[in-house]
């Protein structure tokens, strides 16, 4: 029965970070179509997702170690041990199944979101070249050439102590 529960969560967990994935296809055409509103939301989605992805998380690693205990097991510290305990293979196959769909779509959401990190830094590089160009630099400011600095006494003090 707690093996049952625990794989509940972990269908859980497999679910919301395929909707993570949704939301971060989402960001990614906000950030394209430079929808600041619409991305503002996605981000507050997003992060109701990853406080909940965190409870389940903790949720399933509590329901392990009390299905490990009560089965007299070691407590299992990854997924590989997890299966290697289980010896139901109806259950385990079906384990299986949910963890490397959840494997797959975490691995899908880590590209994406380098995806969305890339048009970011793109939009930044971007704001910083328009910014540049909009904005004199000083040198431009400054009026003479670069000889008038160099005519100036490079040893003389600002106070001149034998006066």
């Known amino acids: 029965m ?12 497999h679910t919301l970070h395929r909707s993570l994935l949704e939301i971060s296809r989402l960001k990614t055409d906000h950030l394209k179509a430079n929808d600041m509103e619409s991305l503002q939301k ?8 990853v406080q909940a992805v965190a409870q389940i998380e903790k949720l ?5 170690e009390s299905w490990a205990v009560v089965s007299g097991l070691p407590v299992p510290a990854t997924v ?6 289980i010896t139901d293979q109806k259950v385990a196959l ?3 199944q949910e963890l490397i ?11 994406q979101e380098a995806l969305n990190q890339q048009l970011l830094e793109q939009s930044m590089q971007f704001l910083q070249v328009s910014l540049d160009m909009l904005a004199p630099s000083i040198q431009s400011l400054n009026y003479g050439t670069s000889n008038q600095d160099q005519q100036r006494p490079q040893n003389r003090a600002l106070f001149d102590s034998k006066a």
């Open 60 to 64: 399933r690693i509590a329901q392990t």
């Open 2 to 13: 707690a093996l049952q529960a625990l794989l509940e969560t972990i269908e859980k967990l």
């Open 80 to 85: 590989s041990e997890l299966l290697e305990l």
């Open 94 to 96: 079906q384990f299986e």
């Open 42 to 49: 996605q981000l507050l989605a997003e992060k109701k997702h």
């Open 101 to 111: 769909g959840l494997t797959e779509t975490v691995t899908e959401l880590k590209k």
